[in-house]
């Protein structure tokens, strides 16, 4: 079983280390005076090396101007309070000419998935609205018709979609348009490109990609159910979140620690869904982000990831322990499209098709 690391109590990969970073340097210098002078915020990114997880703070760099000292060694001193209390969630690295990386661990990344597959993530995001449900399932009327845009109430998981979402269809199809005669500028409309009573949802065939995906990631989670690989229960009613009863932990580490499922499509699936956590969680830091990119990027990642990565099969029988790593990949992308679907980008997230 994976350890349990502070990811615990940091959703987002980026706030654990923000944190961490905040706590190094309050030992070092005055936080304070540094977070004024830079608008509160400490210099921090992801990298987008394909081959492992990294983070890269500039925040030495920073220090050096304001106490005229060397970059590499205001980094050294940092780093080594970092390499003291989190060795094992980074390996840190100093870069000339005062970068400070930080490249996640296996376990780290073993116990950050883990708690994407047991739900407690985007726990801040969903908890806004005060009542304990997501702005996605509050307000639905107490009877609304058994079909969505002619699509079955049994495609939502048993539940009707959310009242502010909208129907996504498959490329050059025309939905009508119920509220109004006008479809973009009248009382009703639904505010996109459109016109004479129909409304055209744009960028279509993209958007109906990212639910194929996460209907693909529903399905995949039912056979896993039904060939014994996991327990499920029903998809929660306030969240629309499959959640894992059996086996408690999933195996994400080998013998040696390293993460079962290291194919690069793997990877590349992990740092997709580690890259829009961030965004979700850190929404300060993350400036303006292109929700719709966000979920059309996971989705891609998927789709290579499941073209590359099987579960069933050979796989399932010789390696089940690296069957169960990946299919608990698919829950935690089927955890995070859900939410950029329905909360983000306002879509239904449908679990079949």
């Given amino acids: 079983m994976h350890k349990k690391l502070q990811v615990s109590n940091n959703t987002a990969i980026k706030q654990l280390i923000y944190s961490h970073l905040l706590s190094a340097l309050s030992i070092y210098t005055n936080t304070d005076s540094i977070l004024s002078r830079e608008n509160h915020k400490i210099p921090l990114y992801k990298s987008r090396d394909i081959n492992r997880i990294l ?4 925040v030495a760099l920073q220090l050096s ?3 005229n000292r060397n ?3 205001i980094a050294c001193a940092i780093a080594s309070h970092l390499s003291a209390n989190c060795g094992d969630e980074f390996i840190i690295e100093i870069v000339p000419p005062g970068y400070i990386h930080f490249v996640l661990t296996d376990p ?5 998935l883990q708690r994407l597959v047991e739900g407690r993530w985007g726990e801040g995001e969903r908890g806004r609205g005060g009542d304990g449900e997501s702005s996605a399932v509050r307000g639905f009327p107490a009877l609304r018709s058994q079909c969505v845009a002619g699509v079955p109430k ?6 009707l979609p959310p009242k502010t979402c909208r129907p996504v269809v498959a490329p050059g199809v025309r939905l009508a348009n119920p509220e109004g005669e006008r479809g973009g500028q009248g009382e009703g409309g639904m505010g996109e490109r459109g016109g004479q009573g129909e409304t055209l949802i744009e960028n279509s065939s993209h958007l109906f990609a ?10 995949l989670m039912r056979l896993a159910e039904q060939e014994g690989l996991i327990q499920l229960n029903e998809p929660n009613t306030s969240s ?6 059996s086996p408690s932990s999933i195996a994400w ?3 040696d620690r390293k993460l079962r499922s290291c194919h690069s499509a793997s990877f590349r699936l992990i740092s997709q869904l580690v890259q829009v956590v961030d965004d979700l969680e850190c929404p300060d830091q993350a400036g303006s982000v292109n929700w719709e990119k966000a979920a059309i990027n996971l989705s891609q990642a998927f789709e290579v990831f499941w073209c590359n990565c099987r579960i069933w099969g050979e796989v399932k029988i010789t390696s089940p322990e690296l069957s169960q790593a990946r299919l608990g990949l698919v829950i935690a992308t089927q955890s995070v499209l859900r939410f950029l679907l329905e909360e983000k980008l306002a879509i239904f997230a449908l679990v079949e098709l």
Avoid at 108 to 112: E, K, S
Avoid at 210 to 219: D, E, T
């Fill in 55 to 58: 983070y890269i703070s500039g």
């Fill in 108 to 112: 780290i990344l073993a116990a950050w």
């Fill in 240 to 245: 629309g979140m499959f959640c894992v009863i």
């Fill in 65 to 67: 101007k304001s106490q």
């Fill in 154 to 159: 049994a495609a939502f998981g048993g539940k």
């Fill in 210 to 219: 990212v639910q194929y995906a996460h209907a693909r990631c529903c399905s």
């Fill in 71 to 73: 970059a590499i060694e």
């Fill in 253 to 255: 580490l080998n013998c």
